[in-house]
T-cell receptor, first 114, second 111 residues
Framework: KAGVTQTPRYLIKTRGQQVTLSCSPISGHRSVSWYQQTPGQGLQFLFEYFSETQRNKGNFPGRFSGRQFSNSRSEMNVSTLELGDSALYLC?????????????FGQGTRLTVV | DAKTTQPNSMESNEEEPVHLPCNHSTISGTDYIHWYRQLPSQGPEYVIHGLTSNVNNRMASLAIAEDRKSSTLILHRATLRDAAVYYCILSLYNQGGKLIFGQGTELSVKP
């Protein structure tokens, strides 16, 4: 079966702009989580959506938001981009949430803010 | 705040066992311990997870200390393909499953 698909794979944006990233989970999975990965901070949890509802949230400013559609596809939006938002953004899907089940990660979207 | 601590790097010889440690002294009784690994230019890959008892699967074993303040991921026979960054992750039950990542241990495997 198809894995987790993230689009686009690479993005270059200018400071102050906004960006939307997309994640298509594995068929049948209802949980989608988003993560930011940077060399300095490592992997950090952004938020988790389950059945179109945000269930968990990490410690990120309100400029980072997301949503999940009825087909479980999820989008993440970052507004008013800052240079420090340059990172690899990963999403993961699982059947019930990463708390106590296996999650499957996509290859990520590499965002560069200039 | 909950936190996990891992060594920055470890080295192993091929076909020898590898023990990757993780400290999580602030863990509560309902927090799960997960391990994922990440190869270059790829997303993390699930390895194993557990709550209180030791766990085994085809990839690895997870040994959890009796007081749950530390755990060890055991690769029984390292191969070159096991070279990756290994992340120890806590899922905080009392904070809605919020995930806390360690900085990861970069494992290199020598032939």
């Amino acid at each position: 079966k198809a894995g987790v698909t993230q689009t686009p794979r690479y993005l270059i944006k200018t400071r102050g702009q906004q960006v939307t990233l997309s994640c298509s989970p594995i068929s049948g999975h209802r949980s989608v989580s988003w993560y930011q990965q940077t060399p300095g901070q490592g992997l950090q949890f952004l938020f988790e959506y389950f059945s179109e509802t945000q269930r968990n949230k990490g410690n990120f400013p309100g400029r980072f938001s997301g949503r999940q559609f009825s087909n479980s596809r999820s989008e993440m939006n970052v507004s008013t981009l800052e240079l420090g938002d340059s990172a690899l953004y990963l999403c993961a899907s699982s059947s019930a949430g990463m708390s106590n089940t296996e999650a499957f990660f996509g290859q990520g979207t590499r965002l560069t803010v200039v | 705040d909950a936190k996990t601590t891992q060594p920055n790097s470890m080295e192993s010889n091929e076909e020898e066992p590898v023990h990757l440690p993780c400290n999580h002294s602030t863990i509560s009784g309902t927090d799960y311990i997960h391990w994922y690994r990440q190869l270059p230019s790829q997303g993390p890959e699930y390895v194993i997870h557990g709550l209180t008892s030791n766990v085994n699967n085809r990839m690895a074993s997870l040994a959890i200390a009796e007081d749950r303040k530390s755990s060890t991921l055991i690769l029984h026979r390292a191969t070159l393909r096991d070279a990756a960054v290994y992340y120890c992750i806590l899922s905080l039950y009392n904070q809605g499953g919020k995930l806390i990542f360690g900085q990861g241990t970069e494992l290199s495997v020598k032939p």
